[in-house]
């Protein structure tokens, strides 16, 4: 099952990604070219669903160009704690 479909399972959201969990940038959250007007909101939405609406909050978001790939790298807060996210943006951005 990719990240997607557990997401959907989970949470009842489809969301047009595929690939990992995001937590580094080998294990990428892959968002889709479907997205290409709404993709933050996709990122948003995504960390919205591990950590719960209003329980953290985005510290940092920066643009990572390697290879011809673009990944948005996302530092959010939970309690206290900084938490990486990656997600390759190549087919929206």
């Excluded at 294990?27 to 070219?33: G, H, R, S």
């Excluded at 950590?51 to 790939?69: A, H, T």
Aim: hydrophobic share 35%; net charge negative; proline share 2%.
């Amino acid at each position: 099952m990719h990240i997607g479909e557990q997401i959907y399972k989970e949470h009842n959201i489809k969301l047009p990604i595929q690939g990992g969990y995001g937590s580094t940038i080998q294990t990428c959250v892959v968002i889709l070219a479907e997205a290409k007007y709404y993709f933050i909101e996709v990122q948003d939405t995504y960390i919205d669903c591990w950590w719960g609406k209003g329980n953290w909050k985005k510290v940092r978001q920066s643009l990572i160009i390697d290879n011809d790939k673009k990944y948005d790298k996302i530092i959010i807060d939970v309690s206290g704690a900084p938490i990486e996210y990656y997600f390759d943006i190549t087919k929206c951005y």
